[in-house]
């Protein structure tokens, strides 16, 4: 039994900040690379930041430098640190696990994923 669960999306204000959590049972998160994707109503699915097993991380472009993707094998969690946030963030964000290490291009059919956690930025 593998699930994934996020919590810490929130309605904020353009510049503020979220955390959003990412709890995994059924496996270890530093045994997988870990990803957080978001989807925005009439847009594609999205990669935003990943953790690989070696700790390595990745990011969008477009959140570079205000997005921090961690990890914390003791709790089992993966975290998105989001600071100065945008409208554009705007977007259900989701938890992904992937044994295969696919990045951003994994898909939804493989893996495993939680069910979302919606973040919403206003101006």
């Known amino acids: 039994q593998v699930r994934l669960v996020e919590s810490g999306g929130a309605s904020v204000q353009a510049g503020g900040s979220l955390r959003l959590s990412c709890g995994a049972s059924?496996?270890?998160?530093?045994?997988?690379?870990m990803y957080w994707f978001r989807q925005a109503p009439g847009k594609e699915r999205e990669g935003v930041a990943g953790?690989?097993?070696?700790?390595?991380?990745t990011y969008v472009d477009s959140v570079k430098g205000r997005f921090t993707i961690s990890r914390d094998n003791t709790k089992n969690t993966v975290t998105l640190q989001m600071n100065s946030l945008k409208p554009e963030d705007t977007a259900m964000y989701y938890c992904?696990?992937?044994?295969?290490?696919?990045?951003?291009?994994?898909?939804?059919?493989?893996?495993?994923w939680g069910q979302g956690t919606q973040v919403a930025v206003s101006s």
């Open positions: 992904a696990a992937d044994s295969g290490c696919r990045g951003f291009r994994l898909r939804v059919e493989s893996g495993y």
């Open positions: 953790i690989l097993i070696s700790s390595s991380t």
């Open positions: 059924g496996i270890y998160v530093s045994r997988y690379c």
